[in-house]
């Protein structure tokens, strides 16, 4: 089992920047993927962010450019900086562990959620 806490969230004005933290514990082996999703209120939940182990990363378009993943393996932490926030990025986000064999398409662990509101 793999546990996720996110923390980092918060009410930001428009243009301004968040950083999330999400740390997992648990049995993580070496190699896996982790990442970011979100979901505003009446829309399903959809992919931002990912980085694997390795570092590569990938990015849903809407964020490319704003926002960057990185991750510290000794820590087993993925951060999102996001920046020039805008009020369509509000939305719950949930951290999301993918470990070796599975995909981050469909995470078998999911952090709790942190809710990130962008004002205009």
């Known amino acids: 089992q793999v546990q996720l806490e996110e923390s980092g969230g918060g009410l930001v004005q428009a243009g301004g920047s968040l950083r999330l933290s999400c740390a997992a514990s648990?049995?993580?082996?070496?190699?896996?993927?982790m990442g970011w999703y979100r979901q505003a209120p009446g829309r399903q939940r959809e992919f931002v962010a990912g980085v694997t182990s390795g570092g590569t990363t990938n990015y849903a378009d809407s964020v490319k450019g704003r926002f960057t993943i990185s991750r510290d393996n000794t820590k087993n932490t993925v951060y999102l900086q996001m920046n020039s926030l805008k009020p369509e990025d509000t939305a719950v986000y949930y951290c999301?562990?993918?470990?070796?064999?599975?995909?981050?398409?469909?995470?078998?662990?999911w952090g709790q959620g942190t809710q990130v509101t962008v004002s205009s």
């Open positions: 648990g049995r993580i082996l070496r190699s896996n993927t």
């Open positions: 999301a562990f993918a470990p070796i064999g599975t995909r981050l398409s469909a995470p078998p662990y």
